[in-house]
């Protein structure tokens, strides 16, 4: 069954189109990763999949029944939001958080003060149900975030950026609950910047551009998409500020960037480049240390179909 279904959604601000008939279906079950520049219509189309949002034309279905916005109880009942801003009250304890954000889903009584503790269980934060959100960390939060979310056990989750800001530890134990939510039956709509998290977790990706899906699939049907492409990684003998300009006047040549002591080079494999892109490093008296050629990564498709990274 599709958990969601939407067709020819659109969506203008004044003169602006932000979400161009747009068509997208996913099915339940699925942990799926939606992906795009800023400015693409991401944050657009998920207001509009909540009902947060009137739409300009076109139809959404969830769970085999249309959206009509925010008054649909019934569908507001089966979706859970984590928004890319935390979204909690700094004067409430965890558990009021959550206690609050469950009510208003209709859950009272036993029933209520069951799901809290287990949301809360879920993420982590049962020993600190009574301490205020302002003595927590990021981490913290953004898992206090996802309890008042999913409380309510919705079919639907939708996580906006939910990683964003927060340590090692807390960013795998966020994905580690990702996971299990989705083994429990939900269905999971993922947007992110990391893109190695989406490679990690997801099952499907689209990748929205312009208002519009421009690529849909796998990860490993994505990555076919771009086998005119090559990665290189140059390591530098230290790190240096090279003149990352310069290598885009190379033939063929189509990014460069650098992290750390070493330079990313993305390139069409139909043109022998590697030496014009070393003499023009070396011209800059930059030492070479190791070149190593990259396999095809979801960064190198979203590149090459978007013309930028996704951090841009």
Known sequence: MKCINIKELSKQFDQHIAVDNLNLSIEEGEIFGLLGPNGAGKSTTINMICGLLQKSKGTIEILGKEQKGISDVEIRKNIGLVPQDIAVYEELTAY????FFAGLYGLRGTALKAAVEE?????????????????????????????????????????DEPTVGIDPQSRNYILESIKKLNQQGSTIIYTSHYMEEIEEICTNIAIIDQGKVIAEGSKEALKSMVTDIRKLSIEMASEAK???????????????????????VTSSVEVNNLNMILEKLMAQQIEIQGVEAQKVNLETVFLTLTGRTLRD
Not at 123 to 142: A, E, I, Q
Not at 243 to 263: C, F, Q, R, S, T
């Open 96 to 99: 009021e958080n959550v206690n």
């Open 119 to 159: 949301a809360l269980g879920f993420v982590g934060l049962l020993d600190n149900k009574n301490h205020n959100p302002s003595s927590f960390s990021g981490g913290m939060k953004r898992r206090l975030n996802i309890a008042c979310a999913i409380a309510h056990k919705p079919k639907l989750i939708i996580m």
């Open 242 to 264: 090279p003149m990352l300009d310069d290598l885009l006047l190379v033939p063929g040549v189509k990014h460069a960037e650098l992290n750390g002591a070493v330079i990313e």
